[in-house]
């Protein structure tokens, strides 16, 4: 079945520092890819998402770029602030010929923390 | 501008107990999930919805159950609460047709003692 795999956390970082976090995913077929954040003792909210290979993802400064040769959707920011401190997770939703539903499979999530 | 409302936010319940969590969402979505968050195992779907009267089971459906009764609102009942349920459960909407992004709720976190 589908999976995704996010690099392990937690990861910490100074403010202005360069992040990259990684995931990676098996699936068949096309799936679409996300980015969710969540804020402390708040829901996921969708950062960014690629729904084609070599599709672009960015919102807020983060880019994804969906690799099918990699099947890989990394996450990046040139700075991260103090305000970037969540949990962030990876997810796919499988298309499977139209029967998908849209349903999310998530990687476990990693921590970041930055620091001023 | 409600989205996904989840009630109850907190709830603490003895092993056997029954409850019912409720999800709310006004924005005329077809789609409705529920998942459970557990530390190092990100979420995973419970049960799902596809419209209004429907219920498909997700990948840890056992000792739950739902409803969808009408299209606003997506009931995730615990029939008799164990600890191994004790975790934060999210609701989830999306419009459907497609690989739409979902939309969440805030969460409910669930103890079993």
């Known amino acids: 079945g589908d999976s995704v795999t996010q690099m392990e956390g937690p990861v910490t970082l100074s403010e202005e520092a360069f992040l990259t976090i990684n995931c990676t995913y098996t699936?068949?077929?096309?799936?679409?890819l996300f980015w969710y954040v969540q804020y402390p003792g708040e829901g996921l909210q969708l950062l960014l998402k690629?729904?084609?290979?070599?599709d672009k993802g960015s919102n807020k400064g983060f880019e994804a770029t969906y690799r099918k040769e990699t099947t890989s959707f990394h996450l990046e920011k040139g700075s991260v602030q103090v305000s970037d401190s969540a949990v962030y997770f990876c997810?796919?939703?499988?298309?499977?010929?139209?029967?998908?539903?849209?349903?999310?499979?998530f990687g476990q999530g990693t921590i970041l923390t930055v620091h001023p | 501008n409600a989205g996904v409302t989840q009630t109850p936010k907190f709830r603490v319940l003895k092993t056997g107990q029954s409850m019912t969590l409720l999800c709310a969402q006004d924005?005329?979505?077809?789609?409705m999930y529920w998942y459970r968050q557990d530390p190092g195992m990100g979420l995973r779907l419970i049960h799902y919805s596809v419209g209004e009267g429907t219920t498909a089971k997700g990948e840890v459906p056992d000792g739950y159950n739902v409803s969808r009764l009408k299209k606003q609102n997506f009931l995730l009942g615990l029939e008799s609460a164990a600890p191994s349920q004790t975790s934060v459960y999210f609701c989830?909407?999306?419009?459907?047709?497609?690989?739409?992004?979902?939309?969440f709720g805030d969460g409910t976190r669930l103890s079993i003692l």
């Open positions: 989830a909407s999306s419009p459907g047709k497609g690989n739409q992004p979902q939309h």
């Open positions: 699936a068949t077929g096309y799936p679409s």
């Open positions: 997810a796919l939703s499988g298309w499977a010929g139209g029967t998908s539903y849209g349903k999310l499979t």
């Open positions: 690629a729904t084609k290979a070599d």
């Open positions: 924005m005329n979505h077809e789609y």
